[in-house]
């Protein structure tokens, strides 16, 4: 969550009744060069991310996880990997489901956000919908959980003004926001199970 100047929490906003559902997918894979050594699994795998492409909606520019809104009361899981397929190419049926983490409320677009776990044992080709997506990000797990890029900057945020906001270098891009608070509660699973 981001922190204001000042050091003090704000309020998170309380989930609004007219809430829309959404889902996404942590996909984890090995890269092409994976051998099972007996080393360090978390050496090996890795997880995609999107860059949306630019446009005046809440979320243009941004990186993603794949996901999106959930259609017609299917079920979350199913949200995750249809949006997952339909953003980058994944076929659902390649993709073994691990698990669940909490709901979170992403209050600029008013969703609840339901982020699965998902695993391929071989690196998926990735196909990216031009509509939606701008780049495939491919990101090494270990990478991630480097605190070397764990960092922070100032932004200007709508709800909060001058905040110093918390992100995930990737190469030369960013993961703030939702995907950022979503992707830490996800690698803070992964050292607790070490």
């Known amino acids: 969550m981001p922190l204001p100047e000042d050091g003090t929490l704000p309020s998170w906003p ?3 009744d007219d ?14 060069h994976f051998e099972p050594t007996g080393g360090d699994p978390l050496d090996l795998l890795h997880l995609v991310f999107i860059l949306r492409p630019d446009y005046d909606g809440t979320h243009g520019g941004q990186i993603s996880l794949p996901g999106g809104r959930q259609e ?4 979350l899981i199913q949200t995750a990997t249809r949006e997952t397929h339909e953003e980058v190419g994944v076929d659902p049926a390649q993709v073994e489901i691990l698990g669940r983490l ?3 409320h992403v209050y600029a677009s008013n969703h609840n956000v339901f982020p699965y776990v998902g695993f391929t044992p071989r690196r998926p080709r990735f196909v990216p919908c ?3 997506v701008a780049e495939i990000i491919e990101a090494p797990l270990k990478a991630l959980m480097d605190p070397d890029n764990q960092r922070s900057e100032q932004r200007e945020l709508t709800r909060w003004g001058k905040t110093r906001v918390p992100y ?3 190469d ?3 993961v703030w926001g939702a995907t950022a608070i979503m992707l830490a ?10």
């Open 14 to 16: 309380p989930l609004r």
């Open 19 to 32: 809430h829309r559902q959404a889902a996404v997918l942590f996909l984890l894979y090995p890269d092409d």
């Open 72 to 75: 017609n009361d299917e079920p």
């Open 102 to 104: 909490p709901a979170f």
């Open 130 to 132: 031009e509509v939606e």
């Open 168 to 170: 995930f270098a990737i």
């Open 172 to 174: 030369h891009h960013k």
């Open 185 to 194: 509660e996800f690698l803070a699973l992964i050292r607790e199970a070490q």
